[in-house]
């Protein structure tokens, strides 16, 4: 059981890369996003099953690793990455600035993301990425928008 959860925690050995973990984590995410990008119920399945099993893994990871929070738990960003790009029509462009502010958010950790990360557990590992993605995917889904309505 334990191979199992460092697997997916991990999210198959990306988080114990000795350069960035969540940087390629994020993009391990993109990755993903990509293979399911054109079945919206695909998408939609691997996004939620990757937070459920994110909370689930993430914190019994920690407890395993014995070190809060541990870099090399990188399911929160495969998982922020995908909540990031959900319900957003398929443009480079938008993954791009995605990538880019999930990752900026990500490390600054704006209010309240930094009380969230403080929390135990999962809670705490995977909590402050779904907000990050959430302020990202708000902040993608308003340029979107922009972008349309000056096109127009």
């Known amino acids: 059981m334990k191979t199992i959860i460092k697997i997916w925690g991990t999210f198959f050995y ?17 990755l993903v ?23 689930l ?11 809060k929070d541990c870099p090399c738990i990188v399911i929160d960003e495969v998982s922020g990455m995908l909540l990031s790009l959900a319900f ?6 938008l993954v791009i600035i995605g990538f880019i502010t999930f990752r900026i958010l990500d490390i600054l950790k704006p209010w309240p993301l930094r009380a969230i990360q403080n929390l135990k557990g999962s809670l705490g590992i995977m909590g ?16 979107l928008r922009l972008a349309t309505f000056k096109a127009s």
């Open 14 to 30: 990306v988080g114990y890369l000795p350069f960035m973990p969540g940087t390629l984590a994020s993009l391990a995410g993109i």
């Open 33 to 55: 996003y990509y293979l399911v990008k054109d079945s919206n119920f695909t998408y939609l399945l691997v996004t939620g099953l990757t937070i459920i099993l994110g909370f």
């Open 57 to 67: 893994v993430s914190g019994r990871l920690e407890k395993i690793l014995g070190k």
């Open 88 to 93: 957003l029509p398929y443009d480079l462009r």
């Open 128 to 143: 402050d990425d779904i907000a990050a993605a959430l302020y990202t995917n708000i902040i993608l889904q308003v340029f």
